[in-house]
């Protein structure tokens, strides 16, 4: 996942000083785009080049979502590690705004949760995987489940913190559409997202 060309250059410029957050890219991909310069559009009707809009949206959301981040940047005469911290958020991905008008899905299926990272660290020569898992506990005495994450490094598994999972490592981002009971206990999480000041960066709660 790598920004395309947008209008606010500084905030998708990966060697400043900016921290985009996946929402930005995901409202960056889903904005319209001008089609100038070489791009000119072909039009059926009048058979010229002209210029035009174009925008992506999402149609149909999948159960389980993955995105994947540009962290290897290649050109003819190098490829390099690409460190850009990117924000994402463990819980409440919106994508109500990002599904087009003739998408089947209804509000409450487009609100996501993260259950999974894989990670890279080091450089290109000399780098390493990792990957978080959010992993389910039952308590033996009252049953009720209780999660939280933990590190798979190699053969070792460490229970972490919440605030590691995010980092500038992050290579594989895992989601799972959130299921809700009925449409009222939908509706009040998006409640809870649309109070949000800043929708790209949602409090987490796991």
Same mark, same amino acid.
């Given at each position: 996942?790598? !920004? /395309? *060309?947008?209008?606010?250059?500084?905030?998708?410029?990966?060697?400043?000083?900016? @921290?985009?957050?996946?929402? #930005?890219?995901?409202?960056?991909?889903?904005?319209?785009?001008?089609?100038?310069?070489?791009?000119?559009?072909?039009?059926?009707?009048?058979?010229?080049?002209?210029?035009?809009?174009?925008?992506?949206?999402?149609?149909?959301? !999948? /159960? *389980?979502?993955?995105?994947h981040?540009?962290?290897?940047?290649?050109?003819?005469? @190098?490829?390099?590690?690409? #460190?850009?911290?990117?924000?994402?958020?463990?819980?409440?991905?919106?994508?109500?705004?990002?599904?087009s008008?003739?998408?089947?899905?209804?509000?409450?299926?487009?609100?996501?949760?993260?259950?999974?990272?894989?990670?890279?660290?080091?450089t290109?020569?000399?780098?390493?995987?990792?990957?978080?898992?959010l992993?389910?506990?039952?308590?033996?005495?009252?049953?009720?489940?209780?999660?939280?994450?933990?590190?798979?490094?190699?053969?070792?598994?460490?229970k972490?913190?919440?605030?590691?999972?995010?980092?500038n490592?992050?290579?594989?981002?895992?989601?799972?559409?959130?299921?809700?009971?009925?449409?009222?206990?939908?509706?009040?999480?998006?409640?809870?997202?649309?109070?949000?000041?800043?929708?790209?960066?949602?409090?987490?709660?796991?």
């Open positions: 996942l790598a !920004p /395309k *060309a947008s209008k606010n250059k500084a905030l998708f410029n990966w060697l400043g000083f900016s @921290s985009p957050s996946l929402s #930005d890219c995901l409202f960056e991909y889903t904005s319209d785009a001008l089609l100038e310069g070489d791009e000119l559009f072909d039009c059926e009707k009048c058979q010229c080049k002209t210029r035009a809009t174009k925008q992506m949206k999402l149609h149909r959301l !999948p /159960k *389980a979502l993955i995105f981040m540009k962290r290897f940047k290649h050109s003819a005469k @190098s490829t390099e590690k690409i #460190d850009k911290f990117v924000k994402f958020p463990l819980q409440g991905l919106d994508l109500r705004h990002h599904v008008l003739e998408s089947p899905h209804p509000p409450e299926e487009c609100i996501y949760d993260l259950y999974a990272v894989a990670n890279h660290s080091g290109l020569t000399v780098g390493h995987y990792t990957a978080y898992n992993v389910e506990e039952e308590d033996e005495e009252n049953g009720e489940k209780t999660y939280h994450w933990v590190q798979c490094n190699d053969d070792v598994v460490l972490i913190a919440k605030e590691v999972v995010v980092s490592n992050a290579y594989l981002l895992f989601y799972a559409r959130r299921t809700f009971i009925d449409k009222d206990s939908a509706a009040k999480a998006y409640a809870n997202l649309d109070n949000v000041e800043q929708r790209s960066w949602i409090g987490n709660t796991i």
